[in-house]
């Protein structure tokens, strides 16, 4: 099991396709409020990956806080973002298809973002609405597979710092500028963030954000 020190993130991938008795598994681990949202999806594969996902997590988390993974209190902000009460571990989670991320670290804010690059999106349209001018004006000279890569690199970067905020999508701050050459940025409000794009798997981008003041990743694999 990987330490998490005060200079790393560590951030595990994990395959959320999983057979019927592992979903089985991860179910039993839940708090009943989860149990309720993975019953509200209509579609099997999507509460599949929902049980799997948020078994994992509290199966990770387990790992770290010494603690039986049902018993873990995992709590939720106002807007949303899920928290450990009271303690300094500090994670988020992010997945898209067949992969979940899950950023780890002490005592500083970490979000983190993934998306599937093949995914159609009207990426100027959107760049247009949300980006800075200095971004848009990058993505605009790019050729279609440059900016198609530096639209998802840019937008993973903007959602993991929104999710490292816990403010949501309702933060108007997606016009934050965050170079896609440099591992700092700095926000409207002067608070410096640490930022590192990689690929864990063909065709997906990822983003993880921290508030601290260097990042270092270090990407290990779930498994049972």
């Not at 708090?31 to 949202?37: G, I, K, L, N, V």
């Not at 509460?47 to 990770?60: D, M």
């Not at 004006?137 to 050729?143: I, W, Y």
Request: glycine residues 4%.
């Amino acid at each position: 099991m990987p330490e998490v020190d005060h200079a790393s993130v560590i951030v595990w991938q994990t395959a959320l396709d999983s057979s019927g008795d592992q979903t089985a598994r991860y179910r039993s681990v839940l708090s009943a409020h989860e149990r309720e949202r993975a019953d509200r999806f209509r579609q099997d594969r999507q509460r599949q990956r929902f049980v799997t996902a948020h078994g994992q997590l509290r199966l990770i988390l387990s790992q770290y806080l010494e603690q039986p993974p049902e018993l873990i209190a995992i709590a939720q902000n106002a807007q949303g973002k899920p928290y450990i009460a009271d303690h300094r571990l500090q994670f988020n989670l992010a997945h898209v298809n067949d992969v979940m991320l899950c950023a780890l670290t002490w005592d500083y804010a970490v979000g983190i973002d993934v998306e599937d690059t093949r995914r159609e999106v009207e990426m100027m349209t959107i760049a247009r609405s949300f980006f800075s001018p200095g971004e848009v004006e990058l993505l605009e000279v790019r050729t279609p597979n440059d900016q198609r890569q530096l639209f998802f690199d840019l937008w993973t970067r903007k959602e993991a710092y929104l999710k490292a905020r816990g403010v949501g999508l309702t933060f108007n701050a997606l016009d934050t500028p965050i170079s896609v050459n440099s591992p700092l940025f700095s926000a409207a409000d002067g608070t410096q963030w640490s930022v590192l794009s990689f690929s864990p798997a063909p065709d997906v981008r990822a983003a993880v954000v921290t508030a601290a003041a260097t990042l270092s990743m270090q990407l290990s694999i779930f498994r049972e």
